[in-house]
């Protein structure tokens, strides 16, 4: 009985790769190519940082997972209404590739931009980098509201 399930006692089983594949390539691969890419400029190179976007006491928070980014290598700029993060992580001495099984961190340059309302003060935004997360935190000034205005009677 023992024989009708290979490798339970690990005599019969054959050897395996210390870093086995997926279970299912195929959906591993599948979603990865296109048209399922986020986009068309997307490659395994490309290092694209999760940022999330939310409103908080009335401002604007951006946060961007960059775990590995020292600080002198991040910028935030704002041109206009376009906020942008850009940055590098560099990681510690790479030796030749052939040497890896499997190779999942990035680094290099990347780049991410945001269209900002036209409600917000630009004269305050603050970045702050703590634990590889870059908070930027963007004020909204406060909306102008209508008045009504008094009609005098001559």
Known sequence: MMKLIPGVRGSESPSRSAFPAPANPFFEDFFNDWPFRSSIFESADIWR????????????????????????????????????????????HQEDRNNYYRMERYSGTFARSFTLPETVDRDKIKADYKDGILTVTIPQRPELKPREIPVAVH
Do not use: C, Y
């Open 49 to 92: 940082p999760a940022v999330d976007v939310l409103e908080k006491d009335g401002n604007l928070v951006l946060r961007a997972e960059i775990p590995g980014v020292e600080q002198k290598d991040i910028e935030v700029q704002l041109d206009g209404n376009v906020l942008t993060l850009k940055g590098e992580r560099k990681l510690e």
